[in-house]
């Protein structure tokens, strides 16, 4: 979006005037003014003598009344000067006269003056645009001084700026040369060509503008999607992470139980802040939820590691499966409350370890509730073409080994 | 009794550890942040630095890499509730002897500062699964020293033992080996860890970033 690379460019351009300090402003004071001040005002930031300027807004005034439309422009844009007193109520109303009585000038200059089509169109433009300073907020403000200053002094990267300077130029030009050949150009041309060289100066005083309505709508567009993440982070946190807390002080007598909610919601947040990754993609993503779904169920802990990775196949899936039973068993039979998962894909098999360090059994003898080895581990990795191999004994843990060539 | 001088930014983690640890190490000193915890471990000397990997001021590893090779007798144990590959491989190379999770319970924690400060590596079964995906494939640009950029067969199988949830004691009652010779292999493999060259060590890590 050009408005956006635009603004970037201008608050590059910015950043050391920034630290500078201010230079001085020029401002109005009307204590110390005929009128508005504002020659009072022009001559103090100037420094040269009131008399002068003055003089020179009057000679303006006589080259067709351009003086009045400029001592109006600064009027508006002008601010008070600060340690301005407040004028009393009755200068006020000699103020609004004068202001009257200018406008009534200036219209009876422009019936007189024969460049009068051309002038009416200028005062409004000068108007308007001293309006549309006035207008706009401090930083909006600085914002077009910083405009028009990257146009003036535009370096060679700031093409933009080279432009509308260019721009402006043709335009100041085209008028000029407009006025000179007045004579010769019928009525009905030079009022369309003076509408199109008001509304291109009006362009270009207010581009800069326009364009930071611009830049602002996608600013703020930005910014609401910010806040509506920041949103959706809070209504997470407060959903998951302060439940949590509540429930771990509820069940703060329940070491295992404790320890069960903090690992599921230190699961969930990982998964929020690096992203979700979700099972069916590999083994080490399945195992990593198989373990996910355990700690959760049986309220143990389970360390998973994995060592290379594999894409999802009906051998790998029986893996995945055979291991849960196996978390599943030391979980519910063993009795530790720490269980260790490691897998590692190589290039012809990919292995598995389920270990605990419980009470163990005989793999031999085991029967009823064991019997799930069997069935779910050992006969789902040989319908797969897999192995299984079970180490334990009682007192020594278990360790379940599960091997699926690829 | 094992000196020990306790980094990590928040109080609260101090002070548990401070408490668990109680009567079984000593001590000496902790500190929220590198600066002071560089001044305070110069100051003390301990034996152990326990090292938290995420703090502000550039985290444990600015600890380290202002120590430099100040002080040679003393070993640090990096631990982290982040199993970001890129940050524990960081503070290995810049010369941790371990890493442990903040989770570890307090026995294996004692246990852990006892072993880095007889000069012993200590993996996590984590880190040795770390280790043996850095060093899977045969480096692609051999450096100077071969011997670094890969485990010896006796290594691959430690680590994968550690990496199943093997103390060192039963995998040397596994491979029918002495601990002293379990401890020399995981010292061996710390040291490749932390002077390999191969360039996939960064890489890697950098893509394992989420695990």
Known sequence: MPGRAQGRDNDRVSAPAAVRAAPPRASRRPERGLLGGVAAGIAAHLGIPVRTVRIAFALLVLAGGLGAALYGAYWI?????????????????????????????????????????????????????????RQASDPQRDRLRRLSRTSLLASGSDREGQLRLAAGAALVIAGAVLVLARANITAVRDGIVALVVSAGGLALLTGPWWMRLVSQLSEERAERIRSQERAELAAHLHDSVLQTLALIQRNAELPREVARLARGQERELR???????????????????????????????????????????????????????????????????????????????????VRDRGIGFDPDTAAGDRQGVRGSIIGRMDRHGGTARIVSGAGRGTEIELRMPR | MTRVFLVDDHAMFRAGVRAELGGRVDVVGEAGAPAEAVSGIRATRPDVVLLDVHMPEGGGLAVLQALGDDLADTRVLALSVSDAAEDVIALIRAGARGYVTKTISAAELVDAIRRVADGDAVFSPRLAGFVLDAFRDAPTVPSGDPDLDQLTPREREVMRLLARGYTYREIAGELFISVKTVETHASNVLRKLQLSSRHQLTRWAADRRML
């Open chain 1, 77 to 133: 844009v002008l601010p008070v000067a600060p340690d301005s007193p407040p004028l009393p109520s009755r200068r006020r109303v000699k103020d609004a006269a004068a202001v009257v009585l200018a406008v009534m000038a200036v219209g009876a200059l422009a019936q007189a003056t024969p460049s009068g089509a051309l002038f009416v169109p200028i005062v409004l433009g000068c108007v308007g645009g001293a309006l549309i300073w």
């Open chain 1, 271 to 353: 998964t929020l802040l690096y992203g979700t990754r979700t099972a069916g993609d590999s083994v080490a993503d399945d195992l990593r939820a198989a373990a996910a779904e355990v700690e959760d169920a049986y309220a143990v802990s389970v360390d998973v590691v994995v060592v290379g990775d594999a894409p999802s196949d009906p051998g790998l899936g029986a893996l995945v499966a055979a291991a849960r039973e196996a978390m599943v068993n030391a979980a519910k039979h063993s009795g530790a409350g720490e269980i260790s998962v490691y897998a590692e894909a190589e290039e012809d098999a990919v292995t598995a370890f």
